[in-house]
């Protein structure tokens, strides 16, 4: 189905919502830019053109102080994913640095695969991910699939 707001009326009504929201000026522009592509590539593959599809990386960092909003835009994020269907299940979960973090060395790897293999198809919010260089094992977790 072309991923049009007629089309996909939840959509809209994700975008309305996010819209009406004070700020999030660059998360705004960059929703509208994946929406953009997805419907772009939408219309290369309804035409079967030989046309390269546009890469999408969906991984996003949001930034702000406490109660600016990050988790209700990353709810957002995900049903907008989901509705597009670039994402399958379009749930939020949600860890912290210490969730990747093993209590020995080699166990970190583990963990972050365990948890990357859970949240396939949703989004993975890491709260304060920043603490994963200052840890001694969360170098590590660029040993898993993260």
Not at 63 to 70: E, L
Not at 103 to 114: E, L, Y
Not at 116 to 127: F, N, R
Request: proline share 3%.
């Amino acid at each position: 189905m072309k991923p049009t707001f007629e089309n996909l009326p939840r959509l809209k009504a994700i975008f309305d919502k996010i819209h009406k929201r004070p700020g999030w000026t660059d998360f705004k522009k960059q929703l509208k830019l994946i929406h953009d592509i997805a419907l772009a590539n939408y219309e290369l593959d309804y035409r079967c053109s030989e046309e390269k599809r546009k890469e999408l990386c969906l991984n996003r960092c949001l930034f702000g102080n406490p109660g600016t909003g990050k988790t209700t835009a990353a709810k957002f994020y995900a049903e907008i994913l989901k509705e597009l269907r670039l994402l399958n299940k379009g749930e939020v979960f949600y860890k912290t640095a210490s969730d990747f973090i093993g209590a020995a060395v080699g166990a970190t790897p583990k963990n972050t695969n365990a948890i990357l293999e859970y949240a396939k198809g949703s989004v993975l919010v890491i709260d304060e991910a920043y603490n994963l260089d200052d840890q001694m094992y969360g170098k590590e977790v660029r040993m898993g699939k993260l």
